[in-house]
């Protein structure tokens, strides 16, 4: 099936069927990354084999993780094909090599801080009960790195708080409250760190982005409406790519917010592991140059986009 969606520059095929599992596997997914080799990592929620590895042609090349992780959640390859993985429900950042030995871990396993919420209340609606904030972590959810290696880390499912930590992993400070208001949040749930050293905030539930310095002070609000911001990719021009969680779109905006493009897709996207433009390689925390095609690889189902479209297309645009 060739399905078109998106228009004019952001314009995209979708391929429902690029990833090629091993016969009888399952892939319910929840992130993917790709590394500077263009192999593309899903982070998946079954627990035989929750990380697979693809080329970039969708080819099945390995997988890895069985038992490791309670609930993935976030993956993010760095400059050295390195691999941050969230897990949610341990509540730990964790970094591998591309093969699975642990090289880093920060959080303890199983701890949740002081926030109103039940210890035992792993629901994703966890946040609504949320009363107070509080320290790292209640069911975090992202990671973004500087390129000196200071860590910012969203803690939004049991939590409504951005974190900070040094490169050495020492924690330094936290913001965030649970509300509506400037510096509040409703399930912060992705971080970025822009080529202007400022820190962007998926605020989920409020249905926007915040922007801070990196001392947590609060900057503004993109003022383009989003539904479910869920988490960021920035490409080599400053360009924003934003699933929308609860729209089953993703925006494209620059970094002031204004949108450019909303291609629609056919599931609820949550995570981008690239969309660029140019050969790409990662760095800490951003990306360099990015791949010869313009490329989607979207939580739920891992696709695959090429741009442009032709003009003798156009009919098949899903709008």
Not at 101 to 114: A, F, K
Not at 128 to 153: C, K, Q, Y
Not at 191 to 196: A, F, G, K, P, Q
Request: net charge neutral.
């Amino acid at each position: 099936m060739n399905t078109v969606v998106g228009s004019g520059r952001y314009t995209y095929h979708v391929d429902d069927d690029w990833a090629k599992l091993p016969a009888g596997w399952a892939m319910p997914a929840a992130a993917v990354t790709v590394d500077s080799r263009d192999r593309v990592y899903c982070f998946n929620r079954t627990p035989d084999h929750p990380i697979v590895v693809f080329d970039r042609e969708g080819n099945y090349l390995s997988s890895w993780g069985a038992g490791l992780f309670a609930f993935p959640h976030t993956i993010r390859a760095d400059e050295h094909d390195n691999l941050w993985i969230v897990d949610r429900d341990h509540g730990q950042m964790l970094l591998y090599t591309s093969d699975g030995t642990l090289l880093r871990t920060i959080g303890t396993r199983g701890h949740r801080s002081d926030t109103g919420v039940d210890p035992m209340d792993f629901n994703s609606s966890a946040y609504r009960n949320v009363t107070h904030g509080g320290g790292p972590f209640n069911l975090p959810t992202d990671i973004a790195l500087t390129p000196s290696g200071e860590m910012f880390m969203t803690d939004g499912y049991g939590n409504a708080r951005v974190h900070k930590f040094a490169a050495d992993g020492t924690y330094l400070f936290s913001w965030g409250e649970p509300g509506t208001g400037p510096g509040q949040f409703s399930l912060p749930h992705g971080v970025w760190i822009d080529t202007r050293g400022r820190v962007l905030v998926c605020d989920r539930e409020n249905d926007r982005v915040q922007v801070f310095d990196q001392a947590g002070k609060f900057l503004h609000v993109w003022s383009t409406k989003l539904i479910g911001p869920a988490a960021f990719f920035v490409d080599a021009d400053d360009i924003v790519y934003i699933p929308e969680h609860n729209g089953g779109l993703v925006s494209v905006l620059t970094l002031e917010g204004e949108r450019v493009g909303r291609p629609e897709l056919s599931v609820v996207p949550r995570h981008l592991g690239r969309l660029a433009g140019r050969p790409v390689r990662r760095t800490a925390g951003r990306l360099g140059a990015a791949p010869p095609r313009r490329e989607v690889h979207a939580r739920a189902v891992i696709r695959r986009v090429t741009s442009p479209v032709g003009p003798d297309e156009s009919s098949e645009r899903s709008r």
